[in-house]
């Protein structure tokens, strides 16, 4: 699968050099900043708030104090009032 996407990357003529090792750099590289792992992260976090919206919505009680809760269910802080 490596394969094939260098090479369809290599056959663009009009890609110099630079841009042609970087797109091979962005194929190989599997944890960092590259853009499938942000769009996968940007995903899970519009997960996140969205299940906290609908929990809202469900229990009454709103987001940051669902967040306390969570803190302080955890043993992080007792910050819970």
């Not at 090479?7 to 499938?36: D, E, I």
């Amino acid at each position: 699968m490596l394969r094939q996407k260098l090479f369809a990357c290599m056959h663009l003529r009009n890609r110099s050099l630079l841009q042609l090792h970087y797109l091979s750099y962005c194929v190989r590289r599997v944890f960092g900043w590259t853009p499938k792992n942000e769009i996968t992260n940007g995903r899970w976090v519009m997960f996140g708030f969205a299940v906290g919206l609908l929990t809202e919505y469900a229990t009454g009680v709103d987001f940051i104090q669902q967040l306390k809760l969570m803190v302080s269910y955890l043993g992080i802080a007792d910050i819970y009032d």
